[in-house]
């Protein structure tokens, strides 16, 4: 994964890759600045969805199907612009409604704990 600069829409995408076949898979466009963070969150959903996140300087978190590139949540952040992003995925034994942790760090130097639900949204669990 690849996360690109942009303004004002433009080139502001991330971009799925193969490696061993170097070509381009899939690009999710829809943040309004540079994306700073991005991450494959698998094919483990009880769905069997496989998403991606992104996280961007226009103060955002997208989750994306990574199928269709089709943008399925749009996370709004008061804090201010994200600089930093790191998930942290639970294991199957410990997995009840969330599936992931998402550690967010902000420019006004805010850091975010934010548990991802089966429903594909963000809960605060800790923000200091």
Same mark, same amino acid.
């Given at each position: 994964?690849?996360?690109?600069?942009?303004?004002?829409?433009?080139?502001?995408?991330?971009?799925?890759?193969?490696?061993?076949?170097?070509?381009?898979?899939?690009?999710?466009?829809?943040? !309004?600045? %540079?994306?700073?963070? =991005?991450?494959?969150?698998? *094919?483990?959903?009880?769905? &069997?969805?496989?998403?991606?996140?992104?996280?961007?300087?226009?103060?955002?978190?997208?989750?994306?199907?990574?199928?269709?590139?089709?943008?399925?949540?749009?996370?709004?952040?008061?804090?201010?612009?994200?600089?930093?992003?790191?998930?942290? !995925?639970? %294991?199957?034994?410990? =997995?009840?409604?969330?599936? *992931?942790?998402?550690?967010? &760090?902000?420019?006004?130097?805010?850091?975010?704990?934010?548990?991802?639900?089966?429903?594909?949204?963000?809960?605060?669990?800790?923000?200091?």
């Amino acid at each position: 994964m690849s996360g690109h600069n942009g303004f004002a829409g433009e080139g502001a995408w991330a971009k799925t890759w193969d490696v061993r076949m170097q070509k381009h898979l899939n690009t999710f466009a829809g943040h !309004q600045f %540079t994306i700073y963070n =991005c991450a494959f969150l698998g *094919a483990n959903r009880r769905d &069997g969805r496989s998403l991606i996140i992104t996280a961007s300087n226009d103060c955002t978190v997208k989750l994306w199907d990574a199928a269709t590139e089709e943008c399925v949540q749009t996370n709004f952040f008061n804090a201010g612009r994200i600089t930093s992003m790191s998930v942290v !995925q639970k %294991t199957a034994e410990k =997995c009840n409604e969330e599936e *992931a942790d998402v550690y967010l &760090g902000f420019l006004s130097g805010m850091v975010g704990v934010y548990s991802l639900t089966d429903a594909m949204e963000l809960h605060p669990l800790v923000e200091y």
